[in-house]
């Protein structure tokens, strides 16, 4: 392949990959996607996330590429508490993490195979994927009773109503007597049933999951920040070396 042709062909690449995120999040009113602000330096929210994603999530989505033995390296937790807190069926803790649900028996039920979850937060961005947890919103014209403003007629179920609630999705009309219509605007949710937790603590739950998800898409992260660092500081020492001793070679020359 000529030279420049393949420059273009990565320039593309570079250009649909950037925009792919944004792409997805378009979709969604204004307003309707939030930022996550996860952090995944935060061990002790990683360790809530990976409750979370087993206890919620693991019914129904797997995390093929993630290994039990290593969430207990990364996680600064003991082999023991990885089985006892996030291991329920019996697996090895050198297994990955393998959902229990038939695919075709999830078929049958939702219509589709519900996505593995190892890369869905790079595939997505992590504010897709926290704000799509937050707009499940009541809609008695979906079998499941919820749509979703993030991922309109989706077919997963609010698996978190009990922690969130529900809540109803409140538009704004504006009428259009050209067209004879009403556009409607998105103009927030309201809670139209209270759950178990605050919509503070809500929000802190999905973070954590959000946080879990963040860093299974890339387990490299923790270990890159920190190599970095190690890097620059061995950078700065061997600059100091390097113009001492040229200093010290010039000083004759001069
Ligand atoms: C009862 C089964 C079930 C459970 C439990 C469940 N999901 Fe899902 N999920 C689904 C199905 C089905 C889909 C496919 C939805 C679609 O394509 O319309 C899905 C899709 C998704 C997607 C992809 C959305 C997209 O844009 O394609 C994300 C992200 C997601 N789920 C996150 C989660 C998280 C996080 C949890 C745990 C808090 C969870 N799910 C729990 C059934 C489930």
Redesign the pocket.
Known sequence: MPINRKIKNIALALVLSASCPVA?AASAPSGVIQPANNDVANTASLQRGAR??VN??M???SAKYVRYSRLAADLGLTEAQVIENLMFTGEAIHDTMQVALPEDA?ARW?G????D?SL?ARA?GTD??YS??KSFYLDPKRPTGVNNL??P?????H??WELQGYQAAVYDGESDPAHDAVHKKFKGFELAQPGALTPAEYDQFVRD?VNF?DYISEPMQLERRNLGFSVLGFLLVFFLLAFLLKKEYWKDVK
């Open positions: 997805f979370n994603f919620y999530c019914g129904c989505h999830a939702f589709v195979v519900p996505p979850l869905i997505r897709y994927v799509f947890l993030v991922l007629g989706t077919s997963m179920p698996v978190l999951t998800l």
